[in-house]
């Protein structure tokens, strides 16, 4: 495991890299608004893409890297990532198609970034769908807006809800809640089975 620390707009942010024997493509992973790089499901989903021959990059935003608990505005958090995903992609990822993913707060990041950033996929992990007990503030727009293959796991009992799925985008239901740790083989199945489907075409 290696681990670096990449300047952004918004202050320097540090990303880990989990390295597949042969990697085919590059899978850039962030985190929950209150939570780290060391999430179970962020985790569990970085061992398995690295097996299916994917390297992975943990990202840390500039405010948990700061040591702030609170986390950053959308605009800095966006910003932030893309000044990584451009760095990972002359270095670590060099020539690789890159997978932009996240869980919860960084599903998100993922999703509003992915055409800027040039994904050829996203993965979301717990997409908070919307604030616990407020179903009219629904973050669908976001998801519906990414025109690359979307898949998102979901915990059967999330209070974030449950996403629709899409023409680009795929729901798939594992038991458990938010944190998704109930079911982590079962979200790990699902990510790597997913990402051998919709990168096969583009390294063969």
């Known amino acids: 495991m290696t681990s670096k620390q990449i300047d952004t707009p918004h202050g320097p942010a540090r990303a880990e890299l989990h390295c597949a024997e042969e990697g085919t493509a590059g899978l850039l992973l962030g985190h929950g608004a209150g939570g780290g790089i060391e999430a179970p499901d962020l985790v569990a ?20 890297v700061a040591g702030r608990r609170a986390p950053a505005p959308a605009k800095q958090l966006d910003a932030a990532w893309l000044a990584v995903a451009e760095d990972l992609s002359t270095t670590w990822f ?16 993922a999703c509003r970034t992915a ?35 979307t898949l998102v796991v979901q915990g059967e009992n999330d209070p974030f809800g449950r996403p629709e799925p899409g023409p680009h985008h795929e729901v798939v239901v594992v038991p458990g809640d938010h944190s ?8 790990s199945r699902a990510a790597a089975e997913w990402l051998g489907r919709v990168l096969r075409p583009l390294v063969t």
């Open 45 to 64: 989903v970085a061992r398995s893409a690295r097996d299916a021959g994917v390297h992975v990059a943990l990202v840390e935003q500039p405010y948990r």
């Open 94 to 109: 060099d020539g690789l198609p890159l997978v932009f993913g996240g869980r919860s707060s960084g599903a998100r990041v």
């Open 115 to 149: 055409a800027e950033g040039q994904a050829v996929a996203v993965l979301c992990l717990a997409f908070p769908e919307h604030p616990p007990g407020k179903p009219e503030r629904t973050r669908q727009p976001e998801l519906d807006g990414v025109e690359v293959p």
């Open 180 to 187: 998704l740790k109930a079911d982590l083989d079962g979200v």
